[in-house]
């Protein structure tokens, strides 16, 4: 893989004098409150659609919509970015949340309603797109693992953070108020973002003619390898992570645990997974990425196989901490693989198929756990999405080299 360009400073290029505490504020700062805007209403999303008179199923519908915008406009995103370039790419998914917030809190119409939520996922795309793109440009080789992983890891704190400054906000001035957060997360995300320094494509060296331009399908065709091996894995990694967000409350709800314990549970499950980020993407660094991507799913798949065997709220607590601890690890592995393997020219086209199926996965898992629990029972839907975390064990173990290649290059063929 060619060396990282040149980029004007705060952000270096020279591996011997890049520090990621440099570059924390305007790389990681639209990501903490970008984070927080989405996390400010997606707990609001439901009741608001409630309030507007849809029914149980119609409301849960409407949260479905911002996974279903990002699902559907990974591609799209792709053409803003190559068209625009990652900072005005991150501008706008911040500008265009704030837009889809602003429709939601606005409007008496449920349909409105929905189209606000499907732009916040639009956003999504967008922004996590070129938010993954411009790292991979700008951080040398030697980080790459640890500021995608600290990336990812500040976008859960904002979305951490997010719920708690909505219910402050709710409590004193009511449920629109959430989306007031929201918005200032979102606005604020596009400001800071605008901040961010341009990358400068290193010139041609002479002699040398551009390539041409890269389409979705030559992007496709050229890697088809990578999004036939590694894709696979990363499809059932993100079905694993979604999964897991709806295992541990319905498996309280099946032990009859209280809801509060049920809350405190999963609270401390994010706690852990908050708190191994950074270290995990020093041993991809150092070690290569191997050694977390398999530790991280044999992890989660272990502790989901043990859940059905739980008898109550401590066992349940050390199955759930276990499970937070392994997706934990993971923060950024998706994003660092996939900037692994993506190619300089027409890197934001196979970043966009790339984090296509990591949605794809997202969507399918939660709809196979609950397709398994009403056909069979929640304990089996539970065990299969262990095995599907195994199996991703597996596909990274065999794929992902690891013969002192930190970076994590293709293997040959």
Not at 79 to 108: D, H, K, P, Q
Not at 226 to 253: C, K, N, Y
Request: charged residues 10%; proline residues 7%; positive net charge.
């Amino acid at each position: 893989m060619s060396s990282p360009p040149a980029v004007p400073p705060p952000v270096p290029s020279s591996s011997s004098s890049f520090s990621l505490r440099r570059i924390a504020v305007p790389a990681f700062g639209p990501s903490l409150l970008f984070g927080i805007g989405e996390g400010a209403i997606l707990p609001i999303v439901p009741l608001t659609a409630r309030d507007l008179g849809a029914s149980v199923p119609i409301a849960a519908l409407m949260v479905a919509l911002i996974g279903i915008g990002s699902l559907l406009n990974n591609i799209p995103a792709s053409f803003i970015t190559m068209r625009w370039g990652e900072r005005g790419a991150i501008v706008a998914a911040g500008i265009w949340s704030a837009l889809g917030m602003a429709l939601c809190v606005g409007t008496s119409h449920l349909g409105l309603f929905a189209l606000g939520c499907f732009m916040v996922g639009m956003s999504q795309a967008v922004y996590n797109l070129a938010r993954q793109s411009y790292m991979t440009e700008a951080v040398p080789m030697e980080f790459r693992a640890r500021a995608l992983s600290t990336l990812g890891g500040v976008m859960r704190i904002g979305m951490f953070i997010g719920p708690f400054l909505a219910a402050a906000a709710v409590h004193f001035f009511g449920l629109s108020a959430a989306y007031v957060v929201g918005i200032f997360g979102a606005v604020g995300a596009a400001i800071a973002g605008a901040r961010i320094p341009d990358l400068e494509l290193p010139p041609l060296p002479p002699g040398n003619v551009a390539p041409a331009a890269a389409t979705i399908a030559s992007t496709v065709r050229d890697h088809r390898h990578v999004f036939l091996t590694l894709g696979i894995g990363v499809i059932l990694i993100s079905a694993v992570r979604a999964s897991r967000q709806a295992v541990i409350p319905l498996w309280a709800d099946h032990l009859m645990l209280a809801p509060s314990v049920a809350s405190l549970i999963y609270g401390l499950a994010g706690g852990i997974d908050m708190l191994v980020f950074y270290p995990a993407g020093r041993v991809m660094d150092l070690k290569g990425r191997v050694w977390v991507a398999v530790p991280s799913m044999l992890v989660m798949g272990t502790a989901m196989l043990l859940m059905p065997l739980t008898t109550g709220a401590l066992t349940l607590l050390a199955v759930a901490l276990a499970i937070g601890f392994g997706n934990g690890i993971g923060s950024g592995i998706i994003m660092t693989i996939g900037a692994d393997h993506s190619p300089r020219h027409g890197r934001a086209h196979f970043l966009g198929v790339w984090r296509l199926m990591s949605d794809i996965g997202s969507s399918s898992g939660p709809a196979l756990l609950s397709f398994l629990a009403g056909a069979l029972s929640l304990a089996a839907g539970i065990v299969v999405t262990g095995l599907m975390a195994l199996a991703a064990a597996a596909t990274l173990a065999y794929w992902i080299p690891r013969h002192g290649d930190r970076g994590g290059r293709r293997r040959p063929g």
